[in-house]
């Protein structure tokens, strides 16, 4: 995609907010203080943490999967025997994990793999954007982002709490390394991995999507092409699993609650809680990342910061609607994306301020 002026980082990307007039400018900085402020209020009210109803999301409910694949055994009985013997909802099919992770995992020579498999995976993902942002700007931008992406990828790199076994972080990496490998030539190996994403969990679906309708945008067709077939392709995969499920449900089985809570910006934030700055250092760090990754993703005017504005936003906007307290581990799948968010925020807030403090223009 090409730019009109050469960003101040060196990027050779002019950023969205720098050709603003000074009053829109300073609308936005008062948008985002705003959005600051509120998130930190509701992290000062918030409410304790909700664990899940059952214990049907942690990894010793995982891990018994898993054990009894390596033992031989269908992954659709088995975890659908397992879920139903937690008293966990059966219905709709998608409270069944899809077999991918599980299958992969029971295939490794033993059970230690699976934790060095995820941090492999994650490592790769923090040195392929290490890689892509010395190829974006100035070697601020290089440090400052690798730090950034750091934070959003601790998670899985520490490898702790048995979270290998959770979809969502699997997920999550997947779509970072994706992310990383498209360019305007390369995106074959992008399809790929973006498609390993969605057939472990139908939460990256959204990503093939957006990468597949930016890409039309730019008329690049067969780029486009190849991000629709994935998604296809996923939601084939989907839907044969959830037959599979159905065959096996009871009309007695539990039904889930559903996800349409409409709990807001208090949603986000409570997703944003995988960021190693928030564990480390409280929730209401998290009302200062988010927007800051949103502000920095939207800033950015290349075809990378299209993409990440409105995968960024999409997601957002997604759990501000979907998604019940105990959901929080979802944020598993959106913590790398806002660390990149963050990688650029500097750069937004430079082109705020200038913008603000700059020549009056109409």
């Keep these: 995609m090409r730019t009109e002026a050469t960003a101040p980082d060196g990027s050779g990307v002019r950023g969205r907010f720098t050709p603003l007039p000074r009053v829109a400018a300073l609308s936005v900085i008062v948008a985002l203080l705003a959005l600051i402020a509120y998130g930190l209020w509701l992290t000062a009210h918030a409410a304790p943490a909700v664990p899940p109803a059952h214990a049907v999301n942690g990894p010793k409910f995982y891990g018994t999967i898993v054990e009894r694949l390596r033992a031989g055994q269908d992954y659709e009985h088995v975890a659908v025997s397992e879920l139903r013997a937690e008293g966990g909802p059966l219905k709709p099919f998608v409270t ?20 060095f498999a995820l941090k492999a995976a994650a490592l790769a993902a923090l040195l392929a954007w290490s890689i892509r942002l010395g190829t974006l700007g100035s070697r601020a931008l ?44 390369h995106w074959l190996a992008a399809v790929v991995v ?21 890409a039309l945008a730019e008329r690049r067709r067969a780029e486009a092409l190849g991000f629709a077939l994935a998604l296809a392709a996923a939601g084939g995969a989907l839907a044969w699993h959830g037959l599979a499920e159905t ?14 809570i409409l709990d807001g910006w208090d949603f986000v934030l409570r997703t944003a809680e995988w960021n190693l700055a928030v564990a480390a250092l409280g929730g209401w760090v998290a009302a200062l990342i988010v927007p800051l990754a949103l502000a920095g993703a939207i800033d ?10 409105l995968l960024l936003t999409g997601y957002c906007v997604g759990f501000m ?14 913590a790398p994306l806002i660390a990149l968010g963050l990688a650029f925020a500097p750069q937004a807030v430079a082109d705020l301020a200038r913008a603000a403090t700059g020549p009056a223009r109409s």
Excluded: C, K, Q
């Design 96 to 115: 069944v994990r899809p077999p991918a992770l599980a299958v992969a995992l029971s295939l490794l020579p033993n059970p230690s793999w699976g934790p």
């Design 142 to 185: 290089w440090l400052g982002g690798s730090l950034a992406l750091l934070t959003g990828l601790a998670t899985p790199l520490m490898g702790t709490g048995g979270v290998y076994l959770f979809h969502e972080a699997w997920a999550g990496v997947l779509i970072a390394i994706s992310l990383a490998l498209r360019t305007d030539e």
């Design 247 to 260: 065959a096996l449900t009871r009309p007695g089985d539990a039904a889930s609650p559903g996800w349409l």
């Design 194 to 214: 973006g498609l390993l994403a969605a057939l472990v969990r139908e939460l990256a679906m959204p990503y093939l999507l957006v990468m597949s309708l930016v």
């Design 300 to 309: 950015r005017r290349d075809g990378l910061g299209v993409r990440l504005a």
């Design 321 to 334: 609607v979907i998604g019940r307290p105990s959901n929080a581990y979802w944020g598993l799948v959106t």
